[in-house]
């Protein structure tokens, strides 16, 4: 039965398919067409809201292949990780939305259970689906029901160990588990390390090569006794090569391919064996990340995730000032030249950390450990025991995963590594699973750790330039995605006194304290209580762990009200340490706060968030006027002498 709005005269075919069911209804020569219109769905769409194009150009037959074949919201598709998803989007009654990805209101960026039934796990970190995929292969066999259940994993997810726990208990648990290793050779950066030449040697091994040539046959003689030679030669080749596949095999899962991930015949057929299959089974695809654009093909690590680009050449803007991010790699490389000790870390996010500045110029100090946050943060300890100065750089999102480590290895030990957290606070379009909204919190209780957070881009650099210089344990830096005031750096950083604020201007009535990037927010509103004749005392606290006890406490016996700034979770935030301290200190100065709310914020632009949850001047306002004795409006606006 054809949905509600099925049109057999539309010019595209996309605009035919409002569900699976309408896939499954075109013939299998109208496909080639589909993965074109797609393409230029894809192209189009996201060189207006940004995203994440090259992942997705990838895997648009392999979409098409999984939804001519399973039967979703009943058979169980898992992406890892999901922002490969938006063919899926697309092919899930969602066209109609698609041009509003990842904008307010908007489509998601990744897949998300509340969006569509379709959608059955929704995350934004790698090496999650194949437990979550295990579970749920799990509870189907506990229930009784027949349901396929299917996890697409990018190479880059076999770099996470979360993927070999998982694995390591399939064959264990269940008889019938799917799982397609999507082998592009790329995460956000070239894959790196021993999985990702391992599985360079199953796709560049003769033998393969051989058996990939049979895979014609394998298509047009399927089933029967044919079929169960083939599976035989396959697993026998595999166990007499250079181990390619062993481990697989080793594991439980019966390892098939590697075969053309391009080719939809070859995909829906082995797909239609692969289900029927009472074993868990493994399928090698390769696949080519940013096929069908030309700028995509040239830059894969550029065209993972980024902003707004011009069509036809694929440039995005160029920025006017360098990023937080190109700062460290900049800044750290200049004192890695006289300081040899120095080692940057990162988690496959070279780009992003912007530490290929570093790796470029000190390659012998330079690691990227692929996705494994965890490792990286045990690597950075064993390097800090023989005298080394590690700098373990990777979003605060991402060093959620490491947290065990910064406890148990780092703070208790009290190593010399350097956190350097980026895209902390609100990370706008990308929405809930990268927001850096959390690292205050989970720091904060850590014995011995120093937290800190810069204003501006000059502060930035004395902030590396301390935590460098620093040998009482471990430190960390928070620092925002994107580019800051613009402040210059100087030639040469000064040292910071660790726990010292800066009292920007003193002022008797209110005490603004703007921490990092809300320093700005403090400014405007002191600017803002200045105008209505009020004395404004702004300071610029620096330092979350340890605060600055002495002005905090200086300004609270004076001022009528303390209003902290933070991008941060107000919960167990830079906030509540202020509070703490001071019920400590028996003072009784009424503090508010303005940061993020107690729930999980949504994607969007980050003015428009900002508006929505309360962290503007006028909000600020508000929430100080009932503290003033002589409120707001009633001072007159004081002139100049």
């Known amino acids: 039965m054809k949905s509600a709005s099925f049109d057999e005269t539309s010019a595209r075919l996309l605009d035919r398919i409002e569900s699976p069911a309408d896939l499954k209804r075109l013939e ?3 496909l080639p067409q589909l993965t074109q219109e797609i393409r230029d769905e894809l192209i189009s769409v996201l060189s207006k809201t940004g995203g994440h194009l090259g992942p997705n150009l990838g895997v648009v037959e392999l979409t098409l292949a999984l939804h001519r ?4 919201p009943e058979d169980k598709l898992l992406f890892d990780v999901s922002h490969q998803g938006y063919v899926h989007k697309l092919l899930t009654g969602r066209l109609d939305r698609f041009s509003t990805i990842r904008q307010y209101q908007g489509l998601n960026g990744f897949l998300l259970r509340s969006e569509s039934e379709h959608d059955c796990y929704g ?11 295990l579970g749920m292969a799990v509870a189907r066999d506990r229930r009784g029901s027949k349901e396929n259940v299917v996890v ?4 880059a997810a076999f770099t ?5 726990e998982a694995l390591n208990n399939v064959s264990h648990n269940t008889k019938r588990f799917i799982v ?13 390390g021993a999985i990702a030449n391992y599985l360079n040697r199953i796709v560049t091994n003769d033998a393969y090569s051989h058996l990939h040539e049979k895979a014609a046959k394998f298509v047009e003689m399927i089933g029967g006794k044919f079929a169960q030679q083939l599976a035989h030669k396959v697993e026998e080749g595999v166990k007499h090569l250079l181990l390619p596949s062993v481990i697989f095999e080793d594991l439980g899962l019966h390892y098939y391919g590697p075969i053309d991930g391009h080719d939809i015949p070859l995909l829906i057929r082995t797909f239609e064996f692969l289900k029927r299959q009472n074993e868990p089974v493994l399928l090698h695809i390769i696949t080519q990340k940013g096929k069908g654009y030309a700028p995509a093909l040239a830059k894969p690590d550029k065209f993972h995730g980024l902003g707004k680009f011009t069509l036809e050449t694929g440039e995005t803007a160029k920025a006017s000032t360098p990023t937080y991010s190109e700062l460290l790699g900049q800044t750290l490389s200049k004192f890695a030249d006289s300081n040899k000790k120095i080692m940057a870390i990162t988690a496959a996010m070279p780009s992003g950390t912007g530490l290929f500045h570093f790796a470029a110029n000190h390659p012998d100090q330079y690691f990227d450990v692929g996705i494994a946050e965890e490792h990286a943060a045990l690597f950075a300890c064993g390097l800090a025991t023989q005298g080394f100065k590690p700098f373990l750089t990777i979003y605060s999102t991402f060093m959620q995963r490491a947290y065990d480590m910064v406890i148990h290895d780092i703070a208790l030990q009290n190593l010399n590594v350097a956190l350097c957290m980026d895209r902390a606070g609100l990370s706008g379009d990308d929405g809930p699973t990268h927001h850096g909204l959390f690292d205050i919190g989970y720091l904060r209780p850590v014995p011995g750790i120093v937290h800190m957070q810069p204003k501006d881009e000059e502060e930035f650099v004395d902030m590396l330039w301390t935590m460098a210089n620093y040998n009482h344990g471990p430190i960390a830096m928070r620092y925002p995605r994107g580019a800051g005031t613009g402040a210059r750096p100087k030639a040469q950083p000064k040292l910071l006194e660790i726990g010292k604020a800066e009292v920007v201007r003193h002022g008797q009535d209110v005490a603004l304290f703007g921490l990092g990037n809300m320093f700005s927010l403090a400014e405007e509103t002191a600017k803002r209580l200045e105008e209505q004749g009020f004395s404004v005392a ?3 606290p620096r330092w979350i762990k340890p605060l600055d006890v002495g002005t905090l406490e200086f300004f609270a016996r004076r001022v009528e009200v303390i209003c902290t700034f933070e991008d941060h979770v107000l919960h167990n935030g830079f906030g509540c340490a202020v509070i703490e301290q001071l019920t400590d200190s028996q003072i009784a100065t009424p503090v508010v706060r303005i940061g993020w709310p107690d729930q999980f914020v949504e994607h969007g632009s980050i003015p428009v968030l900002r508006e929505k949850h309360g962290i503007t001047v006028d909000a600020a306002l508000e929430k100080i006027r009932p503290f003033l004795k002589k409120g707001l409006g009633n001072k007159q606006p004081r002139t100049a002498a």
Do not use: M, P, R
Request: charged content about 15%.
């Open 69 to 72: 074949v399973f039967e979703t």
């Open 28 to 30: 299998e020569s109208q």
């Open 160 to 164: 996470c160990g979360t993927s070999y």
């Open 180 to 192: 397609i290793l999507n082998d592009n050779e790329w995460s956000i950066a070239k894959n790196v």
């Open 152 to 155: 697409v994993a990018g190479d």
């Open 538 to 540: 702004l300071i610029n």
């Open 123 to 133: 995350a934004g970190h790698a090496g999650t689906a194949l437990s979550a995929g």
